[in-house]
């Protein structure tokens, strides 16, 4: 992985910085942000504008650029991958170290008196708009608006907007019509007394609808706001979409429906226009109900008096909680079918044995990576750095996919040769911690945040940590990283975790220079029974979705201790059951009998 | 306990609410907070208003008085105490459970529009009143400051303001001298570009100065506030304490020192104008240092754009890592001593089988309880409520002494007959949690709301958990309850722990009408040996100070792992060397018998 070279992209950025074509006054610093107009943590080729000035494309970090420094901001995950994707015009922060400086504190360091500070309005959200703002305020220094994209101004070869066709979902998928969704929706407005809500997260308006998109890659949303009225449905959304008789059935487009379900569609860039005559036309005490992380230019579209700003939005939270037929859905989607296009992890370890060399060429949404590359925890292998599997390295894989019926993210890692003592004794530790967190019983409303230490407490107990959260929610046939639940050791976006939400429990452990490990399941919120039940406030457990076996050539098995080893054993045989008939029906003799091998019973060997 | 009947005192609130005399305009509502002027957890007598007018005396509350409703905020240690003491013109508002509404949320819900909100400017953090500022006016109302303290002009009794004497720490106390701790500070003041310091809460006035008093039970501070700038200091404190002759010495009062060591003694009550005077004087760029949590009525003699505001105060920090004078100072003050007044365990079991009538009127700050008491978690022993220990139930007691070399806060649950299995059962939970948390190993820099779980997870596998956090900061002959670090669910006043930050550990069962359980050390942040110390970034792990035998006819000892058995073990025998040499050297031969006995190892009887 050689950096991107970016020595004359930087000379443009700070000439159109000076420009009056572009800005009313000179900025001396512009702020990048990797979001989009929607605060997508995953985004279109058109918006990853970060990753084309600085040629670090993880899913998350900042980059700011002033006439002397470049910096870009993120987190454990991608320290490594971002050192390798930058040149050296740029310093990395990384974030969550003791000394690195917070955005704020650094331009505050590095800027000349009475600075100002551009970043477009659309990209950045209004709770961080808000915050940098009154940091850079006290500094004497400005935060300033600027219009025209100044990333998209020197990119001459920006690809386009995708706007690719919509699948429609019936009830059989998502449980619940739009239309229901819709007056559920509107109560939650009336007991907040507010008469407008905003919908400004893809995966918001995607679910709202029962609709799904492709213009993301991984993630089934497509561009679109939404505006929705006590009375009125706007919906702005480009290209022909709305001329597939399929959508324009689904939608009720074309039948005389009682007027409060009428959908009004309206071109996307009208959003902000609209926006700004809704707000224009307020009478006090009307409110318009948005996220906080809605972007600064469609907050600022309503006047101040007029916002009611959230951190979760009640879509936000009802899709978190996933229904009979979403849950159902979700279960199906992690069972191998006679039509999938995924591979099992039993197919694929099949595969890796006959094909070695094809399979990074394979075309899944896929962290693949062996020996050393396994430690850069968000690799995705490109022709660079490609590493041939062999039987001395460990080797990762963390794959999901999309069904009709449910989002899949899976982890496992492997040895095909004998791994070393030292890399089954992390490869335990780590699975001490996913069965910690997937076996942990705790009181109904238990925030994520207070488990992510068990996934770490075996680790800890050698000196070993990992450097990213232990878990994140999945959407229903919707983006794979979803809020507002979790399991981290951050505690911000930490919605108290019930009955039917799904998050992901993956800790792990990477080795710089030699190796990554991670297990990773998705899980069901159930309730659990105990024995005194929390004076009948309820307790919850994790019921794990994913069935694919452990490699249990890994476990150091004296380290596990007798709970432990039985917790294995019960998963094992639930994989056997369950993939196993699967198998068995769709007559895949070899991998039935690879899976059978695979989930042999843990026998305590000292 | 019966309530105290508020009927009358809440009818007077409500005329001075509406009354000229005191209010420019009337208002709908008043907030009595329950801390200080200097925002203090204890508080002396005088300053109990919210004790006064609602009869629930618990260390943390809110009440809030309307024209129709009286409601009392509070946290899961209080909501049995303060539903016994309280009146049925009251209503509980039970923070942390779901359904409760927040205060703001609360005035909204019953206030007609347009309301006025009072509030002391003095006894509400300047952080609480932006925060409530803007929500009661994002409704429509206001939240006024009030010059008069409106319970003041009812409370025809009030105690004086307390005014003791002052007592000298040196050198061998402290570690530091008051002159090297200005000079820390005024480097940490350089460092942030800030001209002058307001020392507001009165356990950091008293570090500073290396003094100690009585004026709040329990806590040996003063009322008394400090300014500090480049080349001043200002120590605004009453009385004629500045005249006894070792307090001059000590503060070099009468000596011609360098200026900028010179203490100006300045009344109390002048804090404010003199603080408004600093603020009138000051030119652009010239910053005053502030607590967030300083009143609002010192915030704001200090005009905004001069305010420098910060959670922690440098000192804060500073005086939560105790250096090897300190460390040593809690180490001694955790042994008995020949000339002690506080009776440890041994004493008390065995005066409590001698004299267990005369037992609650011992002088200790002490939580003693026996039974059904025991369920209320901060519960004081008071006539009324008296009951006498008997060998059918569990008795708690959690008490403190304060040493000149430092402070002591331990609990201990015992039975003095035969416990039941289920008594056991929920001791040996505590136990277990106890353990997890003092032999945690973590990360450098960890914060300790990471390790509150572990405190937890033992009770949480059979449906119990505690309504409190697991542990509290420790000052070093300061107060009991300390920032900024602790170990908790909540996440807000929470830095990370390091070597030499000492913090209590003491997870709780509480039955209603039944019993307490609580198992409490105080425990000092140390560095853990681990295999592989987090690659240099370090490792910490707790020591125990407290050395009490925990009651092991209380354990199951058949649900303790090895590992929970051999931390017992170790900790009895660090008790027995420790404890039993200072008996043995005082000659005290039964309380020796006493320790050997309730220290023998366990053993696995299953």
């Not at 991984?218 to 706007?234: D, E, K, L, S």
């Not at 809704?278 to 992380?293: H, I």
């Not at 004076?535 to 794990?544: A, D, H, I, Q, V």
């Amino acid at each position: 992985m050689s950096p991107k070279i970016t020595t004359e992209l930087l000379k443009q950025l700070r000439q159109v910085m000076k420009s009056p074509k572009y800005v009313q006054e000179p900025v001396q610093a512009y702020i990048v942000p990797s979001g989009d107009a929607h605060q997508s943590e995953y985004i279109a080729p058109c918006d990853c504008r970060r990753a084309f000035i600085s040629g670090f494309d993880g899913s998350a970090g900042t980059a700011i650029v002033t006439e002397q420094h470049a910096a870009m901001w993120t987190d454990g995950r991608y320290f490594l991958q971002a050192a390798h994707q930058m040149d050296n015009n740029w310093t990395l922060m990384k974030m969550g170290l003791k000394d690195t400086p917070t955005q704020e504190d650094w331009l505050v360091s590095v800027l000349p008196e009475g600075s100002k500070v551009g970043v477009d309005p659309f990209i950045i959200p209004a709770d961080q708009w808000k915050r940098m703002s009154k940091a850079l305020r006290s500094a004497g220094h400005d935060l300033v608006p600027v219009k025209e994209n100044l990333i998209d101004t020197i990119w001459t070869d920006c690809p386009q907007r995708p706007c690719k066709p919509l699948i429609t979902l019936d009830l059989s998928y998502t449980g619940v019509s739009w239309r229901d969704k819709i007056v559920a929706l509107r109560s939650k407005m009336a007991e907040r007394k507010v008469l407008w809500f905003v919908v400004t997260a893809l995966d918001e308006v995607a679910w709202l609808f029962n609709l799904r998109g492709s213009d993301v890659e991984y993630n089934p949303v497509f561009f679109a706001y939404a505006v929705i009225g006590m009375n009125t449905i706007r919906l702005f959304i480009d290209g022909d979409r709305m001329t597939d008789p399929a959508v324009r059935e689904h939608l009720q487009l074309d039948s005389t429906l009682d007027p409060e379900f009428k959908i009004q569609v309206m071109p996307y860039g009208s959003i902000l226009s609209e926006l700004q005559a809704v707000g224009a036309g307020l009478s006090p005490k009307e409110k318009v109900w948005l996220s906080d992380k809605a972007s600064y230019a469609l907050t600022e579209a309503i006047p101040k008096a007029y916002r009611y700003l959230t951190p979760y939005t009640p879509i936000c939270i009802a899709k978190a909680v996933k229904n009979a037929s979403e849950t159902e859905g979700m279960r199906r989607a992690h069972v191998p079918k006679g039509t999938v296009t995924e591979i099992i992890a039993a197919d694929k370890a099949e595969e890796f044995r006959s094909q070695q060399k094809d399979f990074v060429e394979l075309s899944f949404a896929t962290i693949s990576s062996t020996g050393p590359n396994g430690a850069i925890i968000h690799y995705k292998p490109v022709p660079e750095t490609n590493r041939t599997l062999s039987v001395n390295e460990i080797y990762l894989l963390d794959s999901g996919a999309q069904y009709k019926d449910g989002t899949t993210d899976v982890t496992r890692t492997m040895h095909f040769g004998t791994p070393s003592a030292y890399e089954k004794e992390c490869f335990t530790y780590v699975l001490k911690g996913h069965i910690a967190v997937s076996a942990a019983i705790f009181p109904n409303g238990t925030k994520g945040h207070l488990l992510d230490s068990f996934a770490r407490s075996a680790l800890w107990d050698c000196g070993l940590d990992y450097l990213h959260g232990t878990g994140h929610g999945v959407g229903s046939f919707l983006n794979v990283h979803e809020g507002p639940c979790g399991i981290s050791y951050k505690t911000f976006a930490d919605e108290p975790l019930e009955a039917g939400m799904i998050v992901s429990d993956e800790p792990g452990y990477y080795e710089d220079g030699s190796f990554g490990i991670r297990i990773e399941n998705v899980v069901l919120v159930i309730p659990a029974e105990t024995k005194y039940n929390f004076k009948n406030r309820g307790s919850l457990t994790f019921e794990p979705l994913t069935l694919v076996p452990i490699q249990t050539k890994m476990i150091d098995v004296n380290l596990l201790t007798q709970k432990e080893r039985n917790w294995v054993n019960d998963y094992h045989q639930k994989c056997r059951e369950v993939i196993g008939a699967e198998l068995e029906r769709q007559g895949r003799h070899e991998a039935l009998r690879w899976l059978i091998q695979e989930t042999e019973p843990l026998i305590r060997v000292q």
